[in-house]
C-alpha cells in the first residue's frame, strides 16, 4: 500500500501481508481503493494543477477545504487529510480519514413517539439517558430504540469488518492488473502460481467485481465500519 511507489501486480511482496492488513486502519484501506478510483484520479489531478505554488493539498486540518485539491477530497467522502510527518511519526497510516457518520441525529417511531439517537458509525448508536427520572423505564425503552433504530439501518455493510480484510490486498492486485492491461487469463496464470489448487476465470470476475465496487463507492462502507 505504498502512497509513491506503484506496485507491481504481478509480486504479491510489493503488497501487504496478511499481518499488515490485520494492523491497517481501515481509513487506509478506503484511501487505497479510491486512490485507483479513475474519476478521483482525474479530477485530483486537475485540481493540482489548478492549486497555487504553495497550495501542495497536505494543509492538515486548517484551510485544507478551502482549496482546490480539498474540494475534490471532501466530494469523495474525506473528513480531513493527514499530514506526511504525521504517518512518518505513526499517529496515522492513511492520507487521509473518512467521513464515519451522519453529521446531524437520526430518529425512529416507537409508541407514537419519535426518539432520537446519535450515531457514531453504522453500527453504534448513542442515547440520552435522565439520570433525574427512574432508570427501569428509561432501559426498558431504550432495549424499544435500539432495536427499531437496528431496523431503521436498511444499508448493508460489507461482512464482519475484519473477516473481508484478508481479500483486501488480492482486490487491489486486480485492480493495478486490469489498470495494465493485464487480461483474466493472464491473472489467472500469475495468481494460480500462489494457490496449488488453481485460479479460474470465474474467480478473477468475481475478485475484480467486488474489487471494482470498493473503488467506486464502497471504499466509504470500508471508513464507517469500526476498526
Known amino acids: 500500500m505504498s502512497e509513491n511507489v506503484p506496485p507491481d501486480w504481478k509480486k504479491s511482496s510489493d503488497y501487504t501481508s496478511e499481518q499488515e492488513a490485520k494492523e491497517a486502519s ?25 492549486a497555487a505554488p504553495t497550495d ?6 486548517i484551510g485544507w477545504n478551502q482549496t ?5 477530497l471532501i466530494k469523495w467522502g474525506v473528513d480531513w487529510p493527514t499530514l506526511p510527518e504525521w504517518r512518518k511519526s505513526g499517529t496515522v497510516d492513511s492520507p487521509a480519514i473518512f467521513k464515519k457518520h451522519p453529521v446531524h441525529a437520526e430518529s425512529v417511531k416507537l409508541e407514537g413517539r419519535r426518539f432520537r439517537f446519535m450515531p457514531e458509525s453504522e453500527s453504534r448508536v448513542v442515547l440520552e439517558f435522565d439520570l433525574a427520572a427512574p432508570l427501569a423505564p428509561q432501559l426498558a425503552r431504550a432495549k ?19 473477516k473481508q480484510v484478508a481479500m483486501y490486498p488480492l482486490y487491489l492486485r486486480v485492480l493495478d492488473a486490469k489498470a495494465a492491461n493485464a487480461t483474466n487469463a493472464k491473472m489467472a496464470e500469475v495468481f494460480s502460481l500462489e494457490r ?13 467485481d467486488a474489487a471494482e465496487a470498493l473503488a467506486n463507492g464502497n471504499y466509504k462502507l470500508i471508513a464507517k465500519l469500526s476498526n
Open 26 to 50: 481501515l481509513d487506509r484501506w478506503a484511501w487505497a481503493f479510491l486512490a485507483r478510483n479513475s474519476r478521483f484520479q482525474k479530477e485530483l489531478t486537475e485540481a493540482i494543477k489548478e
Open 56 to 61: 501542495d493539498g497536505q494543509r492538515g486540518p
Open 68 to 72: 482546490a485539491v480539498g474540494k475534490v
Open 144 to 162: 424499544k430504540i435500539l432495536s427499531a433504530s437496528k431496523t431503521h439501518n436498511k444499508e448493508k455493510l460489507p461482512a464482519d469488518n475484519r
Open 196 to 208: 496449488p489448487s488453481g485460479v479460474t476465470d470465474q474467480a478473477i470476475r468475481n475478485w475484480l
